[in-house]
């Protein structure tokens, strides 16, 4: 099955500053990459996605990039402020089940005024 | 659009006893909806996808007579925690998959499921 994995575990940066997050995926069928923003007791929020016919999409201070060939895709926040502070998980699709998202480990996000 | 609810938002029961979660998607139709199970600091482990007017189908490791899925319609799923006991305690979180040939997933907002 496949198999996401993200990088770092945890991120500390000054309010202003950009934050880069990493994740590289094993199942080459995938095709369906979602960011998801979760705080602390609260629902995953989709924040971005891409599907693998695109390279990279962005909205407003968020973009995510998407290399196939080497199976790895990566969320950016620029200008981050300190409601940007939360736990940031990505995920990818199913190569065989419709709809199923394998998600990485996640990243915690601290942003300092 | 894609709003998801979940019922209850935090339950308290004692150990040995059934607990009976709900999922609804609000303003769309779901055929399909997806379970997860979160222990604190870890990331989101699917349990199992549920279809409407199908069987659940369980991950690996998964109990599927200890939980209990049914997708009765196109906006209710329910899960149905039998027997719990204290390591069934976690943050139980539904999905539900918004639109025709999409593969977004909307969340609910969770429940929260402490066994004594």
């Known amino acids: 099955g496949e198999n996401v994995e993200q990088h770092p575990s945890t991120l500390s940066v000054q309010e202003g500053d950009s934050a880069v997050i990493k994740c590289t995926y094993s199942?080459?069928?995938?095709?369906?990459f979602p960011w998801y923003k979760q705080e602390l007791g609260k629902r995953p929020q989709l924040i971005i996605d891409?599907?693998?016919?695109?390279g990279e999409k962005k909205d407003q201070r968020i973009a995510v990039t998407l290399n196939k060939t080497a199976k790895h895709f990566s969320l950016h926040i620029t200008e981050t402020q300190p409601e940007d502070s939360a736990v940031y998980f990505c995920a990818a699709s199913s190569g065989t089940s419709y709809g199923k998202l394998t998600f990485g480990q996640g990243t915690i996000l601290t942003v300092h005024p | 659009g894609a709003v998801v609810s979940q019922h209850p938002s935090r339950v308290i029961c004692k150990s040995g006893t059934s607990v009976k979660i709900e999922c609804r998607s609000l303003?769309?139709?779901?055929?399909?909806m997806f379970w997860y199970r979160q222990f604190p600091k870890q990331s989101l482990m699917l349990m199992a996808t549920s279809n409407e007017g199908s069987k659940a189908t369980y991950e690996q490791g998964v109990e599927k007579d200890k939980f209990l899925i049914n997708h009765a319609s196109l906006t209710l799923s329910t899960l149905t925690v039998t027997s719990a006991h204290p390591e069934d305690s976690s943050f139980y979180i539904c999905?539900?998959?918004w639109g025709l040939g999409q593969e977004t997933q909307y969340f609910g907002p969770g429940t929260r499921l402490l066994v004594l």
């Open positions: 999905s539900a998959l």
């Open positions: 199942d080459s069928a995938s095709n369906y």
């Open positions: 303003d769309f139709q779901a055929t399909t």
């Open positions: 891409i599907r693998s016919n695109v």
